[in-house]
């Protein structure tokens, strides 16, 4: 069973697109008291990102972090994602950043987390230097683990996404940055994940490119995307969307039978699929059924 903590964190995500300002009241006034330092953690990236990304209310949410930074359940790992938030939300805001006793994992890190902060607040250009930043420090470290790459692959891949949703909304600015960071995204999962981390990159990748109207690598990242699965007798669901970005792909190109052969492809994944992976896919897949012959 779910804890008061835990389900006012789920209700507070479930909110915070469409009321940050109300998300940001509760958690100064209603948040249940933290059971552990994990839920410490979760209230410290929950508090970058409403009082960072949606609200740029850069003061507000370092007083919130530093005042936590005395919590008993403050163990050395939160205390850690406290300087990094802090440091993250002063790096977005173009503030002096104390970071002179970071470790290169802070450093990457509150770079990474500033750059997610940016594409939030719609600057791509600032987004941009502090990820060549971070990825440069990377870079550096010949030794770095998969350990480090990992906060990178992840703000990469909330950015990607976040930029590719804006669609026609997107300046020339943010579509070269979704292309940045689609790559890069795939870069850092090669190093930080498995097989499926890297595919569903090629996915990121395809769509990123098919966004931008750019068909000819646009099916090459699909065609990874699927040749990923087939290599690693990938589950139904993963099938599913491989050819969904295929379909999507070979419709734009205008080559119908490769469309046709890749939604009736996705159909048939579909039918595999467990009832609530099902509803994940079927507006996904309307889309598909509903595209010109």
């Given at each position: 069973?779910?804890?008061?903590f835990?389900?006012?964190?789920?209700q507070?995500w479930a909110d915070?697109?469409?009321?940050?300002?109300?998300?940001?009241?509760r958690?100064?006034t209603?948040?249940?008291?933290p059971?552990?330092?994990?839920?410490?953690?979760?209230v410290?990236?929950?508090?970058?990102?409403?009082?960072?990304?949606?609200?740029g209310?850069?003061?507000?949410?370092?007083w919130?972090?530093?005042?936590?930074?005395?919590?008993?359940?403050?163990?050395?790992?939160?205390?850690s994602?406290?300087?990094?938030?802090?440091?993250?939300?002063s790096?977005?805001?173009r503030?002096?950043a104390?970071?002179?006793n970071?470790?290169?994992?802070?450093l990457?890190r509150s770079e990474g987390a500033?750059?997610a902060?940016?594409v939030?607040?719609?600057?791509?250009?600032r987004?941009?230097?502090l990820?060549?930043?971070?990825?440069h420090r990377?870079?550096?470290a010949?030794?770095?683990?998969?350990?480090?790459?990992?906060?990178?692959?992840?703000?990469c891949?909330n950015?990607?996404w976040e930029?590719?949703?804006?669609?026609?909304?997107r300046?020339?600015a943010?579509?070269?940055?979704?292309l940045?960071?689609?790559?890069?995204?795939?870069?850092?999962?090669?190093?930080a994940?498995?097989?499926?981390?890297v595919?569903?990159?090629?996915?990121?990748?395809?769509?990123?490119y098919?966004s931008?109207?750019?068909?000819?690598p646009?099916?090459?990242?699909?065609?990874q995307?699927l040749?990923?699965?087939l290599?690693?007798?990938?589950?139904?669901?993963e099938?599913?969307?491989a050819?969904?970005?295929?379909?999507?792909?070979?419709?734009?190109?205008?080559?119908r039978p490769?469309r046709?052969?890749?939604?009736a492809?996705?159909?048939?994944?579909?039918m595999?699929?467990a009832?609530d992976?099902q509803?994940?896919?079927r507006?996904?897949l309307?889309?598909?059924q509903?595209?010109?012959?």
């Open positions: 069973m779910a804890s008061a835990d389900t006012f964190l789920q507070a915070h697109a469409e009321q940050p300002e109300a998300v940001a009241r958690l100064r209603q948040t249940p008291a059971q552990t330092p994990d839920h410490l953690a979760a410290s990236r929950l508090v970058v990102h409403v009082c960072g990304e949606h609200l209310a850069f003061d507000d949410g370092r919130r972090l530093n005042a936590l930074r005395t919590h008993p359940l403050a163990d050395v790992d939160v205390q994602a406290l300087r990094v938030g802090v440091a993250a939300l790096l977005a805001e503030a002096s104390a970071r002179k970071f470790t290169l994992d802070e990457i500033a750059a902060i940016c939030g607040r719609e600057n791509s250009e987004a941009m230097e990820l060549r930043s971070a990825r990377l870079a550096s010949p030794d770095a683990s998969a350990a480090t790459h990992r906060p990178l692959a992840i703000a891949n950015m990607l930029l590719h949703e804006r669609g026609t909304a300046s020339a943010d579509t070269r940055a979704m940045d960071v689609a790559a890069a995204s795939r870069l850092h999962w090669s190093q994940g498995t097989w499926l981390e595919e569903r990159a090629d996915y990121g990748l395809a769509l990123a098919l931008a109207d750019m068909l000819d646009a099916l090459r990242f699909g065609s995307c040749a990923g699965c290599a690693n007798n990938a589950p139904p669901y099938h599913f969307y050819h969904e970005a295929l379909a999507r792909v070979q419709h734009a190109r205008g080559d490769a046709a052969g890749h939604v492809a996705a159909q048939a994944a579909f595999s699929l009832a992976d509803d994940a896919c507006s996904p309307a889309a598909l509903a595209m010109e012959p």
